[in-house]
């Protein structure tokens, strides 16, 4: 079985899209490149596919690597649907620089989105894409889990029963349960 070239997380803000490409890459002591989509967008003509061209340059000089882009949809919409040639270029760009990661295995990239019906579908192929993951909101047991490594650390009342916190946060994701923690933290200590 042959790595994918690229992996496509997709699902609503705070599932741990960024968390898991982290993850990946620290697991396999991969040499990690994020990039956030919006700021690649250049304001001058070539800008922005020189700056992509750099990112791919880099990764390939330190392989294994990963190249994590978040916000793929911010660089890499629907050629059909885009007005600006800058974003048409700059899909092209991506298309051809994806398409050049000769070596499998090597360089690995990785895209995050809140929409994925909004990546150009040339990107959704087998050779670009190669695999997609949903991420959603997690049930109870996930919940608990995630409440426990973030109270781990903080000294809990007797009477804090994270089982039933766990079942009243009922869509909350990773996020908002750790901004929960942090906050319980706050209002203890005082400072608000």
Same mark, same amino acid.
């Given at each position: 079985?042959?790595?994918?070239?690229?992996?496509?997380?997709?699902?609503?803000?705070?599932?741990?899209?960024?968390?898991?490409?982290?993850?990946?890459?620290?697991?396999?002591?991969?040499?990690?490149?994020r990039i956030n989509?919006?700021?690649?967008?250049?304001?001058?003509?070539?800008?922005?596919?020189?700056?992509?061209?750099?990112?791919?340059?880099e990764a390939a000089?330190? /392989? #294994?690597? @990963?190249?994590?882009?978040?916000? %793929?949809?911010? !660089?890499?919409?629907? &050629?059909?649907?885009?007005?600006? =040639? *800058?974003?048409?270029?700059?899909?092209?760009?991506?298309?051809?620089?994806?398409?050049?990661?000769?070596?499998?295995?090597?360089?690995?990239?990785?895209?995050?989105?809140?929409?994925?019906?909004?990546?150009?579908?040339?990107?959704?192929?087998?050779?670009?894409?190669?695999?997609?993951?949903?991420?959603? /909101? #997690?049930? @109870?047991?996930?919940?608990?889990? %995630?409440?426990? !490594?973030?109270?781990? &650390?903080?000294?809990?009342?007797? =009477? *804090?029963?994270?089982?039933?916190?766990?079942?009243?946060?009922?869509?909350?994701?990773?996020?908002?349960?750790?901004?929960?923690?942090?906050?319980?933290t706050v209002l203890?200590?005082?400072?608000?």
């Open positions: 079985i042959t790595a994918p070239k690229g992996l496509l997380l997709y699902g609503p803000p705070g599932t741990g899209k960024t968390l898991i490409a982290r993850a990946i890459a620290g697991e396999a002591k991969l040499y990690f490149i989509g919006p700021e690649i967008i250049q304001k001058y003509y070539g800008d922005s596919e020189a700056r992509l061209r750099e990112i791919f340059e000089r330190k /392989a #294994p690597s @990963v190249i994590f882009i978040d916000e %793929i949809d911010a !660089i890499a919409p629907k &050629r059909t649907e885009v007005v600006g =040639d *800058v974003e048409k270029r700059v899909v092209a760009q991506l298309l051809a620089l994806m398409d050049g990661v000769v070596s499998r295995g090597q360089v690995l990239v990785i895209g995050a989105t809140n929409v994925p019906e909004m990546i150009d579908p040339a990107l959704r192929r087998p050779g670009r894409f190669d695999r997609e993951i949903g991420l959603s /909101a #997690p049930h @109870v047991e996930g919940r608990l889990a %995630i409440l426990k !490594i973030h109270s781990r &650390r903080m000294p809990l009342a007797p =009477d *804090v029963d994270l089982d039933h916190i766990a079942q009243i946060t009922h869509g909350f994701v990773g996020e908002d349960v750790e901004a929960l923690c942090s906050r319980v203890r200590l005082g400072l608000v």
